[in-house]
């Protein structure tokens, strides 16, 4: 079936530090979703992407659609302690036979020690 | 605002005891999901309920059994908890454009069968 690939699958952030992880497929989608998991809590949307190319920002946090449709980019700018928690990915293809989103298996973003 | 509302937050069964999580959402949406997450694994989907009185299977059905029991509310059945069934159970829902606006998450069923 149709799978994302997220990487990478942890990392370890320094309070200041920009953060970048992507998710890609070999399959085209034409809706990409980027949602935060804060710890004990459920996933929380960040960004919605559309348009292949589009570029979106939340705050210090810019997401991409790859031009491809294949793959999307999360950068997040100056981080800070409140960044820690997993990333996840979605897609999907709205309108076609897959309804459903199908999600990565998450970046799991750390304090460094 | 409450949302995707999961009940109970922490469950622990021995193995073959049977149980239900319950999810209700107050957000009129049209379809809801069961997910299972596992370290490593992201988010599975168990189950899922396209509109009121349908059901579908998801990637990982197989032990578990759902209801839609109305629009508001998509119950997650347990017949015989086994130990591979310990996760962290997550209810979602959307409205009209399936996902193309997001799901909304509920904060998770933190289950432990023993």
């Known amino acids: 079936g149709q799978q994302l690939n997220q990487s990478p699958q942890s990392m370890f952030i320094q309070e200041g530090e920009d953060v970048s992880m992507n998710c890609t497929s070999s399959?085209?989608?034409?809706?990409w979703l980027w949602y935060k998991q804060d710890p004990g809590e459920g996933p929380v949307l960040l960004i919605a992407l559309y348009k292949a190319g589009e570029l979106t920002s939340n705050g210090r946090l810019t997401a991409q659609f790859g031009i491809t449709r294949k793959d999307s980019f999360l950068n997040i700018s100056a981080s800070i302690p409140s960044d820690v928690g997993i990333y996840f990915c979605?897609?999907?293809?709205?309108?076609?036979?897959?309804?459903?989103?199908?999600f990565g298996k998450g970046t799991k973003l750390s304090v460094k020690p | 605002n409450a949302g995707v509302t999961q009940t109970p937050k922490f469950q622990v069964l021995k193995t073959g005891q049977s149980m239900t999580l319950q999810c209700a959402q107050d957000m009129n949406h049209n379809s809801m999901y069961w997910y299972r997450q596992d370290p490593g694994m992201g988010l599975r989907l168990i189950y899922y309920s396209a509109s009121e009185g349908t059901t579908d299977k998801g990637e990982v059905p197989n032990g578990y059994n759902v209801s839609r029991l109305n629009k508001r509310e998509f119950s997650l059945r347990l017949e015989s908890a086994a130990p591979s069934q310990t996760s962290v159970y997550f209810c979602?829902?959307?409205?009209?454009?399936?996902?193309?606006?997001?799901?909304?998450f509920g904060s998770g069923t933190r289950l432990t069968v023993v």
């Open positions: 979605a897609a999907m293809n709205y309108g076609g036979s897959q309804g459903n989103l199908i």
């Open positions: 979602a829902s959307t409205g009209q454009g399936g996902g193309l606006y997001g799901y909304t």
């Open positions: 399959s085209i989608f034409n809706t």
